[in-house]
Nanobody, 126 residues
Framework: QVQLVESGGGLVGAGGSLRLSCAASGGTFSLYGMAWFRQAPGKEREHVGHITWIRGTTYVVDSVKGRFTISKDNAKNTMYLQMNSLQPEDTAAYYC???????????????????WGQGTQVTVSS
């Protein structure tokens, strides 16, 4: 069973930066990759980006492109989300997720992910 634990959230002013971490355990060697999602109050969970575990191929959505970067440290089984130039509209609970071991694809749909972390809150003040 894969366990995911996020950390690094907090309160930051507009234009500031935060780095989120997602530590994975429980058989991560067989995962194709991992993803970041976020969910603001009253809104649907939104895909932010993802990274493949072996090649490190990344994808981020247009709304965060140029500001957010996804990276990983395989030795630590940890994925990161570096967030720069944060804006109030980035305020949300941020979640990391991983697909089941049988699913060798990363998508933008929350329903395609079997494992989720508990989330970490990011609040950006104006």
């Amino acid at each position: 069973q894969v366990q995911l634990v996020e950390s690094g959230g907090g309160l930051v002013g507009a234009g500031g930066s935060l780095r989120l971490s997602c530590a994975a355990s429980g058989g991560t060697f067989s995962l194709y990759g991992m993803a970041w999602f976020r969910q603001a109050p009253g809104k649907e969970r939104e895909h932010v980006g993802h990274i493949t575990w072996i090649r490190g191929t990344t994808y981020v959505v247009d709304s965060v492109k140029g500001r957010f970067t996804i990276s990983k440290d395989n030795a630590k089984n940890t994925m990161y989300l570096q967030m720069n130039s944060l804006q109030p509209e980035d305020t949300a609970a941020y979640y990391c997720a991983a697909p089941s071991r049988l699913k060798q694809i990363l998508t933008t749909l929350p329903s395609d992910y079997a494992y989720w972390g508990q989330g970490t809150q990011v609040t950006v003040s104006s």
